[in-house]
């Protein structure tokens, strides 16, 4: 099956629309890589935005590289709850290096020549820092209309072109379509929020009871002659816990009765 394109759109196919297709995420593992280098790999707790926009596209077959556009700052928004307990277990694994040294080509029957990661190499032993059992509701907003339409069919339907995933391919990710929802925007006030906070990290108000984390990661790419850069980044502070976070001075959407933050 061939992989599918994305529609293209004029400045007037802008707008946000007032709705957004609502979604959980779940599974056994995940691990978004962080882009620090340390010895252990270590993982986002909330799924970057870029990561979203990569597993949205790869339930679409979209190409590598061509979504970027349709996740823009103005064109999309995105709003990431997490509705499970935030922990992580250090798991060591064996790898084999895809550096082009470390690849052999093997003929394969017509034309096309494989290349895969030459076994006969010592296999490479990494620490990766993994998230348990990590769930999350994903509220999306996108501006391309015929891109929507092809996901929330994919919502609804079950159904993906590349099997989604949490980071890692072999960290399988489970889809549960929730529904499309009305998108409210509320005053600047204090107020509780369920999603995780995003760009106001001194605004929450910290208290005893709840574990409080901040971390930033990427939000928005590009795509270059080497296949892609990161843009822009962002502050994300969340409970560990999975709580709602009490922010002062605050803008929010409301989508399904509860408060969340777009980006």
Same mark, same amino acid.
């Given at each position: 099956? #061939?992989? &599918?394109?994305?529609?293209?759109? =004029? ?15 779940? @599974? ?25 926009? @990569? ?79 990590? #769930? ?16 929330? /069919? ?18 399988? #990710? ?5 529904? &499309? ?23 929450? &108000? ?16 590009? #795509? ?5 850069? =990161? ?24 989508? /399904? @009765? ?6």
């Amino acid at each position: 099956m #061939a992989q &599918e394109s994305l529609e293209s759109w =004029t400045d007037e196919d802008d707008q946000l629309p007032e709705t957004c297709l609502s979604f959980e995420l779940r @599974g056994e593992w995940g691990h978004f890589r962080r882009v620090e280098g340390n010895i252990v790999k270590q993982t986002y707790r909330i799924i970057p935005r870029t990561t979203l926009a @990569g597993l949205v596209a790869a339930m679409l077959g979209l190409d590598r590289d061509s979504y970027y556009e349709a996740f823009g700052q103005d064109v999309s928004a995105v709003a990431v709850e997490p509705i499970a307990e935030l922990r992580t277990i250090n798991m060591p694994m064996n790898t084999l290096s895809t550096a082009k040294e470390h690849m052999m080509t093997m003929p394969s029957r017509g034309h096309a020549r494989i290349s895969m990661p030459d076994p006969s190499e010592l296999r490479q032993q990494h620490n990766y820092e993994v998230l348990v059992e990590p #769930a999350y509701r994903v509220d999306l907003r996108l501006a391309n209309d015929d891109l929507r339409d092809r996901l929330q /069919d994919r919502l609804r339907d079950g159904t993906s072109y590349y099997p989604p995933s949490l980071g890692l391919s072999e960290h399988l #990710a489970e889809v549960t379509y929730l529904g &499309e929802f009305e998108v409210t925007p509320r005053e600047r006030e204090t107020t509780d929020v369920d999603s995780a906070v995003l760009e106001a990290v001194d605004s929450v &108000e910290l208290t005893p009871e709840t574990e409080v984390k901040v971390e930033r990661s990427p939000a928005f790419m590009a #795509a270059d002659e080497g296949g892609r850069t =990161t843009t822009a980044f962002q502050s994300v502070a969340y409970a560990t816990g999975a709580e709602p976070l009490r922010v002062q001075d605050v803008e929010t959407h409301e989508v /399904d @009765g509860r408060r969340v933050m777009f980006s």
